[in-house]
Nanobody, 127 residues
């Protein structure tokens, strides 16, 4: 299995920014899809964004309400995907997870497609 390690979480005031990182031990599949999910207090885990590693810009899928405040980038040399979150709101408070799919389901938010998960990083936004 692939090891994924998230980092960059923390506590900031509303309007602030955080950059989360997800470092993968490898991207071993023929096509690798990485997604960020989050679980807000008292709610089910939900998708944030998914992208194809080494894919074109059109191979990125966002949860509509977050696009514009959040951006995603990848450093292929470091096997790292970054999630930059701007203009954070208290409602963004959550544990953020990254996950990797072997791509059998294509670009998807279906959690069942993601076999490898990180441990999560806590993001807390105060008003």
């Amino acid at each position: 299995s692939v090891r994924l390690v998230e980092a960059g979480g923390g506590s900031v005031h509303a309007g602030g920014s955080l950059r989360l990182s997800c470092v993968a031990s490898a991207f071993p599949y023929k096509r690798n899809y990485l997604a960020w999910f989050r679980q807000r207090p008292g709610k089910e885990r939900e998708p944030v964004v998914a992208l194809e590693i080494d894919g074109d810009d059109d191979r990125i899928m966002w949860t509509g309400s977050l696009r514009g405040r959040f951006t995603i980038s990848q450093d292929r040399a470091e096997n790292t995907v970054y999630l930059l979150m701007n203009n954070l709101k208290p409602d963004d408070t959550a544990i953020y997870y990254c996950a990797l799919s072997a791509g059998n389901s294509g670009l998807t938010f279906w959690e069942g497609a993601y076999a490898d998960w990180g441990q999560g990083t806590q993001v807390t936004i105060s008003s």
